[in-house]
T-cell receptor, first 114, second 113 residues
Framework: ETGVTQSPTHLIKTRGQQVTLRCSSQSGHNTVSWYQQALGQGPQFIFQYYREEENGRGNFPPRFSGLQFPNYSSELNVNALELDDSALYLC?????????????FGPGTRLTVL | AQTVTQSQPEMSVQEAETVTLSCTYDTSESNYYLFWYKQPPSRQMILVIR??????QNATENRFSVNFQKAAKSFSLKISDSQLGDTAMYFC??????????FGAGTRLTVKP
């Protein structure tokens, strides 16, 4: 059984560009959550996808968008990158969308915006 | 809105000793979940321990245990027999629903040989 994987590991972009980050959920998990972790801070919830539909969103602007595919893998897209978007982006998968389901995290993608 | 506060930015402990990390949270909910996650330099968040608010018994996982004080909204983590591999950032997290987990700012723990 493979865990949660994310790609790429690191990414450097310039202000104004667009970026796509990818996440493969743990086998059997249908729910993926995305978090932004700025340097020296705890993760902040961006949004969650359950069975290909958005199932909740944190306090992030619409230029943060996502997708979930039939195999439950997921993408996070960020348009019009700003310097403050530099962070570690974590995804977490859970068996289902219920509070009883533990979230298992991937290793993250480090995004640097210059 | 629920907030999570970790008042100790950094802590250190000698190998084999015991250390306690503090966490307080603010909520008006009666049923929720609390977590401690560990983030080593490899960056991957690893679940250490989980507590359901409706359970009065404190959760334990081997060398890790919590002191859950619901009335005081306090959720501390005790690590016994500290090991070098315990060196990491530790995050306390609150969750009412699966789609809204809130994390504290973290405590950096260093275990010294």
């Amino acid at each position: 059984e493979t865990g949660v994987t994310q790609s790429p590991t690191h990414l450097i972009k310039t202000r104004g560009q667009q970026v796509t980050l990818r996440c493969s959920s743990q086998s059997g998990h249908n729910t993926v959550s995305w978090y932004q972790q700025a340097l020296g801070q705890g993760p902040q919830f961006i949004f969650q996808y359950y069975r290909e539909e958005e199932n909740g969103r944190g306090n992030f602007p619409p230029r943060f968008s996502g997708l979930q595919f039939p195999n439950y893998s997921s993408e996070l897209n960020v348009n019009a990158l700003e310097l403050d978007d530099s962070a570690l982006y974590l995804c977490a998968s859970s068996l289902d969308r219920f509070s009883t389901d533990t979230q298992y995290f991937g290793p993250g993608t480090r995004l640097t915006v210059l | 809105a629920q907030t999570v506060t970790q008042s100790q930015p950094e802590m250190s402990v000698q190998e084999a000793e015991t250390v306690t990390l503090s966490c307080t949270y603010d909520t008006s909910e009666s049923n929720y979940y609390l977590f401690w996650y560990k983030q080593p330099p490899s960056r991957q968040m690893i679940l250490v321990i989980r507590q359901e608010a409706y359970k009065q018994q404190n959760a334990t996982e081997n060398r890790f245990s919590v002191n859950f004080q619901k009335a005081a909204k306090s959720f501390s983590l005790k690590i016994s027999d500290s090991q070098l591999g315990d060196t990491a950032m530790y995050f306390c997290a609150f969750m009412k629903h699966n789609n809204d987990m809130r994390f504290g700012a973290g405590t950096r723990l260093t275990v010294k040989p």
